[in-house]
């Protein structure tokens, strides 16, 4: 059977609800309600750890944050190999266009716009245009190459589109080339400043919003989460039209049916709820991300079954997942789960995990969120429990409580459910070799 190609497009700061094919009424994404159509979306999909950095890190590795990137600018191992080394070795050609942020540069030193990723710490893809960081869509710059053949230059227009037509003369240069390939597409929007060109923006009036029924009726948490989201849906509706235009490259080049097309976010964006800002919070508007796993037209699987779409995906499941389903074995330093099993009868069928393990290791303290060092767990049935260190905190039924206004973790009638759930967290510590401290009951 002929080898799949993958492509991995994934924005910055979009939170899951934000798609209308997952219930959002402020916002149009027929592009990538398509993909969700046609393949699987994962309601349930979290972020282990809610920032830039740490994600990026697991991403790519496989590994949770205290095993690679713990937080904000800080490097990932240059030894460390990734997802990209395993594709290499097995015949792909592997590239990567955008947002890096995994060099460890830190923007006190000025602006990671102009900080060169040496290649060596460019994670072994074979091809790679990209930045350390940049928060202006505007005004962005991209750099790749060495020695002679190094370039460093401003792309010409909005972000997102430009590291998309990147991306689509990639595309354009595998027609006709029998090497798979694994691409990723890492754009900045919907990441602040909520930004962008105006023929999206003219869509959203902030006054018209449906705001989420956790956004406190407060004046000043109202006006900036009404003025932030109405650019953060523009973002997202243009990362929607682009994603359009890369399926449609793949029809013109002829690789639309032996083409994974997987959508995601490092995380979500709190945007008001709970009196909360951007992210580095376990609430739902933070942890849960966009997981939609579409492209290479269905009757071409062959040996297609049903995915389980309950399943609490993580962030170190992407790598593993993404290499299952080009019939790749996950090397085993990735800690996370291959849950391609529940799609391809040929993989080897596992027990999916129950639960999946989140956390903040090292936080950002960044005003409006939490400015402490938290676990926690989500599970398969639809509950939450997280901890500050030796101390309960957050407990929720989502089942019932989906907005998460009814904290059960100081509520005896719920003593057994938060000690049941105590037991499962200190597991996973147990498990992924964390240390942090629980409480006792």
């Given at each position: 059977?002929k080898k799949k190609?993958?492509?991995?497009v994934?924005?910055?700061?979009?939170r899951a609800?934000?798609l209308?094919?997952?219930?959002?009424?402020?916002v149009s994404?027929p592009?990538?309600d398509r993909?969700?159509?046609?393949?699987?979306?994962?309601?349930?999909?979290?972020?282990g750890?809610?920032?830039?950095?740490?994600f990026r890190g697991s991403?790519l590795s496989?590994?949770?944050?205290?095993?690679?990137v713990?937080?904000?600018?800080?490097?990932?191992?240059p030894?460390?190999p990734t997802i990209a080394?395993?594709?290499?070795?097995?015949?792909y050609?592997t590239?990567?266009?955008?947002?890096w942020?995994?060099d460890?540069?830190?923007?006190?030193?000025?602006?990671a716009?102009?900080?060169i990723v040496?290649?060596e710490r460019?994670?072994n893809f074979?091809?790679?245009?990209?930045?350390?960081?940049?928060n202006?869509?505007w005004d962005?710059w991209?750099?790749g190459g060495?020695g002679e053949k190094a370039f460093?230059?401003?792309l010409?227009?909005y972000e997102?589109d430009?590291l998309t037509d990147?991306l689509?003369d990639?595309?354009?240069?595998?027609?006709g080339?029998?090497?798979?390939f694994?691409a990723?597409?890492s754009v900045?929007?919907?990441?602040?400043p909520?930004i962008?060109?105006?023929?999206?923006m003219?869509?959203?009036?902030p006054q018209?919003?449906?705001m989420r029924?956790n956004?406190?009726n407060?004046d000043r948490?109202?006006?900036?989460?009404r003025k932030?989201l109405a650019g953060a849906?523009?973002q997202?509706e243009?990362?929607?039209?682009?994603?359009?235009?890369?399926?449609?490259?793949?029809?013109?080049a002829?690789?639309?049916?032996?083409?994974?097309?997987?959508?995601f976010?490092?995380?979500g964006?709190?945007?008001?709820s709970?009196g909360?800002?951007?992210?580095?919070?376990p609430?739902e508007?933070?942890?849960?991300?966009?997981f939609i796993m579409g492209?290479?037209?269905?009757?071409n699987?062959g040996?297609?079954?049903?995915?389980?779409?309950?399943?609490?995906i993580?962030?170190v499941?992407?790598?593993?997942?993404?290499?299952g389903?080009c019939?790749?074995d996950?090397?085993g330093?990735m800690e996370g789960?291959?849950?391609s099993c529940?799609?391809l009868?040929s993989?080897e069928s596992?027990?999916?995990?129950d639960?999946a393990y989140?956390q903040?290791?090292?936080?950002?303290?960044?005003?409006?969120?939490?400015?402490?060092?938290?676990?926690?767990?989500?599970?398969?049935?639809?509950?939450?429990y997280?901890?500050?260190?030796?101390?309960?905190?957050?407990l929720?039924?989502?089942n019932e409580?989906p907005?998460e206004?009814a904290?059960?973790a100081?509520?005896?009638?719920?003593?057994?459910?938060?000690?049941e759930?105590?037991d499962?967290?200190q597991?996973?510590?147990d498990k992924t070799?964390?240390d942090f401290?629980?409480?006792?009951f």
């Open positions: 059977m190609n993958v492509i991995w994934f924005g910055d700061q979009h609800q934000a209308s094919c997952n219930g959002d009424p402020n994404t592009e990538i993909l969700s159509v046609e393949g699987q979306d994962f309601q349930n999909a979290v972020c750890m809610p920032l830039c950095c740490p991403l496989g590994k949770y944050p205290h095993h690679s713990p937080g904000h600018e800080y490097q990932m191992p030894e460390d080394t395993v594709f290499n070795d097995n015949g050609d590239a990567y266009f955008g947002k942020h995994l460890g540069f830190h923007e006190r030193d000025g602006r716009a102009f900080h040496p290649p460019r994670g074979k091809e790679w245009v990209g930045f350390e960081n940049n202006s869509q962005s991209v750099h060495e460093h230059y401003r010409p227009g997102t430009c990147l689509l990639y595309i354009d240069r595998k027609e080339d029998e090497t798979p694994f990723v597409l900045q929007p919907p990441h602040n909520y962008a060109p105006a023929e999206f003219d869509r959203h009036n018209q919003l449906e029924p956004v406190p407060v948490i109202m006006k900036q989460a932030d849906y523009a997202i243009n990362l929607d039209w682009n994603v359009g235009r890369i399926r449609e490259a793949l029809v013109d002829g690789l639309e049916d032996d083409t994974h097309i997987i959508f976010s490092d995380h964006d709190m945007h008001g709970h909360q800002f951007l992210k580095m919070t609430y508007e933070s942890i849960r991300i966009p492209g290479c037209t269905p009757m699987y040996d297609e079954i049903c995915w389980n779409s309950n399943a609490v993580n962030h499941d992407i790598a593993p997942t993404t290499l389903l019939g790749i996950a090397p330093w789960f291959d849950y529940q799609r009868k993989r596992k027990e999916i995990p639960s989140i903040s290791v090292i936080p950002t303290k960044h005003g409006n969120s939490v400015d402490q060092p938290w676990r926690g767990v989500v599970t398969v049935d639809g509950w939450k997280v901890c500050f260190e030796n101390q309960q905190w957050l929720f039924n989502l409580d907005y206004q904290n059960l100081f509520n005896v009638v719920f003593g057994g459910k938060r000690k759930l105590n499962k967290l597991e996973w510590i070799g964390d401290g629980l409480p006792r």
